[in-house]
């Protein structure tokens, strides 16, 4: 259970901050809810307390972990598949993962492929929205402006191979 202010990771949405729980009926069903404020776009999310683990609901990283997020995003010789139809299932189970490092390699994968190759419009919204979730937690955790953290993966980007 979480509680009013914790910091948290809703997968596939990104990094947020509990501002309320509220009791609502949808629907004809009463339940509660926690409504979670996104730093980035400044949106609002409601997500059943009763469905935190089936939607992998979590904390945020703490900062010790941050060096191992840039280590992968750093790492240029990431492993995907050259079929795209795979590659995008693949980087999307990552993004539904939750995990952070995970989500990092998509950024990391989609970027490097976009300087090789270029990207369908698929893998584009994908790398973007994989950007969005990652620069989201790690604003959170680090607790800088967004586009500190958005400086911070250029100059990381700018060292990848054209």
Do not use: C
Not at 28 to 46: A, I, L
Not at 70 to 78: A, C, I, P
């Amino acid at each position: 259970m979480f509680n009013i202010g914790d910091r948290v990771v809703y997968p596939m949405h990104g990094a947020g901050v509990i501002e309320s729980i509220e009791e609502k009926e949808i629907l004809g069903v009463r339940n509660k809810y926690y409504v979670m404020k996104m730093p980035v776009g400044e949106m609002k999310v409601m997500i059943p307390t009763d469905s935190i683990l089936r939607v992998g609901l979590r904390e945020v990283i703490d900062k010790d972990m941050i060096a191992e997020v840039f280590k992968v995003l750093r790492n240029h010789n990431g492993k995907m598949s050259s079929n795209w139809n795979r590659r995008y299932r693949d980087h999307l189970e990552k993004i539904k993962s939750g995990d952070i490092l995970e989500v990092a390699e998509v950024v990391r994968n989609l970027t490097l492929r976009d300087r090789e190759k270029g990207l369908s419009t698929g893998e584009r919204k994908m790398l973007e929205s994989a950007r969005q979730i990652l620069i989201s937690e790690l604003l959170l955790v680090q607790g800088i402006d967004q586009n500190e953290v958005i400086n911070a993966l250029e100059e990381i980007f700018e060292d990848y191979p054209d």
